[in-house]
């Protein structure tokens, strides 16, 4: 079963515009991990927000954590066609990653 | 570093037969984990490999086996493959230097697998 649940399932904007996407999860977790994936390739690591954080800048990603909800969310800001990709977030439940079903993101030029 | 390799990157087997999967982690890295991709069943959790030793493992039947050698490389076996069996699995390795859960996962670029 997945642990996290992303929203929207799938997100079209314009290139320059700002993307967010939420996750949420539904046991305590240690941290929160966000991935993305290019086009059925493997998975790349983007960011790590513990649990005991509540914001996480990393160029232009931004994540928040609110462990009272349950919930993170995700912004990208001036979106690029490079961006063009699914995410996903993953919480840790007994040492094994659980992913959500993640949020296709398609940035239009 | 090199990255996470995985051989082979595409692969078409029938129904019935079995196949082998490698996966070799990125140097120094300890634990490697095993993930199958399915558009209906998205990311699902195979098992995981510590020193050789499996720590955990998903919710998944007994035809699916892996194992870990002294070198950290890591191989998965399905037997008797099914239709549903295909799918893109994924390896991952991490250094598990911390000891316990939160470490960032490295992923290779996949297997794909098709059963006809």
């Known amino acids: 079963s997945q642990q996290g649940e992303e929203d929207p399932q799938a997100l079209s904007i314009q290139e320059g515009e700002n993307a967010t996407m939420n996750c949420s999860y539904k046991t305590s977790i240690n941290n929160l991990q966000w991935y993305r994936q290019n086009s059925g390739r493997g998975l790349v690591h983007l960011i790590l927000i513990r649990s005991n954080e509540r914001e996480k800048h990393s160029g232009r990603l931004r994540v928040t954590l609110d462990t009272s909800k349950k919930s993170s969310s995700l912004l990208i800001t001036a979106s690029r066609a490079a961006d063009t990709a699914s995410y996903f977030c993953?919480?840790?439940?007994?040492?094994?990653?659980?992913f959500g079903a993640g949020t296709t993101v398609t940035v239009r030029a | 570093k090199a990255g996470v390799t995985q051989t082979p990157r595409y692969l078409i087997k029938t129904r019935g037969q079995q196949v082998t999967l490698s996966c070799s982690p990125i140097?120094?890295?300890?634990?490697v984990s095993w993930y199958q991709q399915t558009p209906g069943q998205g990311l699902q959790f195979l098992f995981e490999y510590f020193s050789e030793t499996q720590r955990n493992k998903g919710n998944f039947p007994g035809r699916f086996s892996g194992r870990q050698f002294s070198n950290s490389r890591s191989e998965m076996n399905v037997s008797t493959l099914e239709l549903g069996d295909s799918a893109l699995y994924l390896c991952a390795s991490s250094p598990w230097t911390s000891g316990g859960a939160g470490e960032t996962q490295y992923f290779g670029p996949g297997t794909r697998l098709l059963v006809l």
């Open positions: 140097s120094g890295h300890r634990s």
């Open positions: 993953a919480t840790d439940p007994d040492y094994k990653l659980s």
